[in-house]
């Protein structure tokens, strides 16, 4: 052999020994520049000798040419399926059931994986090299997928290790790493595509491409954990002594299974993988538990569809289907009008879901949700549930596309949309919809924390007239609130206690108690502590807010319309007549310069007002533009963001989400 086919053969091995370090193994030995460097060095003498180019060269892990479609794949062995544990009795039952079948005293042991949500597949290797790729299909013939499987970085296009087995059928699951998902769907949403519903349907889409190049760009990963034809030849007893050799070879094995436990060990496996399920990587929706000795499986031998050595013990499904009954829309504090999705009461997860947001006008036409339409709704973690699509098929004939009233749903008012804005809102200050809103937040713990004055209490209160404002809250008499539903004298008693305690009110709480648009806690902080008094206050015009280091002029103008508000000044007034207003508060915070100089650009649709979100931004030292620069230090995106995201992604800026923004401003304080 010539000294350069020598070193071909050899950077083809390292090569291939990194791609396993760094993918697999996820314990890289050398920077990704020296990485680049020996593929840089193969690409050229391929180039040089196309006639040396072999299939499984990694420089042809993304093929040149798309496919025309997908050859059938008949699977030897059968890929069966899995029969369900929903709950611990059934899990004990399996167990039960197959020491009943073995007479067997002694506890089974077993083996319990994550069940991964993708696509399982089989990989062919002939004398080591990867040579097919199929998914599982009906169990017995799949699709040749082997194009798009060889962009998977940690599949192994050549086993490690010697002697190579003439024939090995590697069996396990492909799957999309949330991260790459939750990215592909904002990309997607930003072209104005439709997002994938869940991660395996994304990696079956992914995997069904023609175009490997499509698919290179979604990464997808894979996780082995058995085996097909030429498992003999390996002479494996366990399914442990499995897992460690396929991660031998080359493959990239969950570490986060255990073997060798009894049914209870199981049990207390799936509970803590449950607990942790919401920060997994990847989705997972349950426990796989496989009999750990090769031989027992022998003698338990299979049913039609499923081995009767293992099952799946599913967690609750996140998902499910459900119809909308109707669409209720719900008018907030400052009147923006919400909509909301009441559904036919589904159990998810454990919890019976009624309702689900749908945030705003726009995201109705994005989903374009309509009463009486079957939806997938969805529950992660602690979160409000979600509609994630509606299922077009089950459409009912005769439905109507959801527009938000024009007329206030509370008070009737005409309702406006203001440029710029998602939100429809109801302008009448009086509306009882908003004036209980607006009591609720006065009173709420981070205003004037007013105990026991509860949503049910504010209902009457304000359906019976007594209380249009809040300053009503302090004429309340024991006779009167004792005379209310589901009050009784002690309960007035304490209401009215924790009333009169609020009347020693802060400055800074007290301005957030207003309810001013666009001041938050943070900035009612900063205004009490520059101008430290309410009086003060009242006499700072538009220019002289704008020189409070932390207010823009989109703040300035808020706090000065609100001032100016004939209305809110005469409240004000009642206000300042009732409460014993405290001057600088001791809790205003000093500014932090964590974030001065900073500048931030957003994009897409936010989950609180946009001048909300820029509020806080200014009141830690950063700006806000509008438009992208290379001089801009973060992207901020939300839900489908647009054209901005493309350039600052072009520009190599720094993109983050709202969750990373909070914490940014949260490392501030
Ligand atoms: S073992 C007969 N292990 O679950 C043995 N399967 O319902 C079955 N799956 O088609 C395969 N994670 O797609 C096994 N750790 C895991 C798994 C797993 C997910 C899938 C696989 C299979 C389905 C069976």
């Known amino acids: 052999m010539g000294s350069e086919q020598q070193r071909l053969a050899e950077l083809r091995s390292l090569i291939a020994h990194h791609n396993n370090r760094y993918h697999v193994r996820d314990e890289p030995e050398i920077s990704d520049a020296e990485f680049d460097r020996l593929f840089r060095e193969l690409q050229e003498l391929e180039q040089q000798h196309p006639e040396w180019v072999t299939p499984d060269s990694p420089t042809q892990r993304v093929g040149a040419q798309p496919r025309e479609g997908f050859p059938t794949v008949e699977h030897t062995i059968p890929m069966l399926s899995l029969d369900n544990a929903s709950n611990l009795e059934e899990l004990r039952a399996f167990d039960a059931r197959l020491r009943r079948f073995l007479k067997r005293e002694e506890i ?207 967690f609750p499904a996140r998902q499910e289907t459900t119809q909308v009954k109707k669409i209720r829309c719900y008018v907030g504090r400052t009147g923006v009008l919400t909509p909301v999705a009441v559904l036919e009461p589904v159990r998810i997860g454990g919890v019976t879901v009624v309702h689900a947001s749908l945030h705003n006008q726009d995201e109705v036409d994005r989903l374009d949700v309509r009463v009486r339409d079957t939806v997938l709704v969805e529950r992660a973690g602690d979160v409000i549930p979600k509609l994630v699509k509606v299922v077009g098929e089950k459409r009912p004939s005769r439905t109507r596309r959801y527009r938000l009233p024009s007329s206030c749903p509370i008070c009737g008012s005409p309702t406006v949309r203001l440029e710029d804005e998602v939100a429809v809102r109801c302008p009448n200050l009086a509306c009882p919809a908003q004036v209980k809103e607006r009591i609720h937040h006065f009173g709420s713990r981070r205003a004037l924390d007013i105990d026991g004055l509860g949503e049910k209490l504010i209902d009457q209160l304000v359906e019976r007239g007594l209380v249009r404002r809040p300053s009503d809250l302090f004429a309340l008499d024991q006779e009167t609130l004792a005379g209310l539903e589901h009050m009784a004298a002690k309960s007035a008693d304490n209401l009215l206690v924790a009333i009169e305690r609020s009347r020693d009110a802060a400055l800074d709480r007290f301005l957030f108690a207003l309810g001013i648009r666009h001041v938050g806690e943070r900035l009612a902080g900063v205004l009490a502590q520059h101008l430290g008094s309410l009086e003060a206050l009242l006499k700072t015009n538009h220019e002289q807010l704008e020189a409070i280091p932390e207010v823009g002029p989109i703040i300035a103008e808020s706090v000065r319309a609100f001032l100016d508000d004939p209305a809110n000044r005469e409240e004000i007034t009642r206000l300042r007549s009732v409460l014993r207003l405290a001057g600088v508060p001791a809790a205003a915070r000093a500014k932090s310069a964590a974030l001065k100089g900073k500048s931030f650009v957003l994009t897409g649709t936010l989950s609180e007002p946009r001048a909300t979100v820029q509020e806080r931004i200014e009141a830690a030292g950063g700006k806000v533009t509008s438009s992208v620069s290379s001089r801009t230090n973060y992207v901020v995106t939300g839900e489908s963001p647009g054209t901005k995201l493309r350039k600052a992604e072009s520009l190599g800026l720094t993109t983050i989400d709202e969750a990373e923004l909070r914490q940014l401003l949260e490392s501030e304080r």
């Open 108 to 314: 089974i042991h077993y083996t319990a994986e994550p069940k991964y949500d993708g696509v399982a597949v089989e990989l062919r290797y002939d004398e080591g090299r990867f040579t097919l790729g199929s998914t599982r299909g009906d169990g017995r013939t799949g699709e040749d997928v082997t194009h798009n499987l060889k962009t998977i970085r940690s599949l192994p296009l050549r086993l490690q290790g010697r002697p190579a087995p003439k024939l090995l059928e590697v069996r396990g699951e492909v799957f999309m790493p949330l991260e790459h998902f939750d990215r592909l769907n904002r990309g997607r949403l930003a072209e104005g595509l439709e997002p994938f519903a869940n991660p395996r349907n994304a990696t079956a889409g992914t995997l069904r491409q023609l175009d490997p190049r499509v698919s290179a760009s979604r990464p997808l990963d894979l996780f082995v954990y058995g085996l097909g034809r030429g498992k003999e030849s390996l002479e494996l007893g366990y399914q442990s002594e499995l897992m460690t050799r396929l991660a031998e070879l080359g493959f990239k094995v969950n570490p986060r299974c255990v073997s060798g436990v009894d049914i209870e060990g199981v049990a207390a496996f799936h509970a803590e993988l449950e607990r942790d399920r919401d920060g997994l990587p990847y989705e997972a929706d349950g426990t796989v538990v496989k009999v750990e000795e090769f031989a027992l499986r022998e003698r338990l031998g299979e049913l039609e569809r499923s081995p009767r050595w293992a099952i799946a013990y599913k």
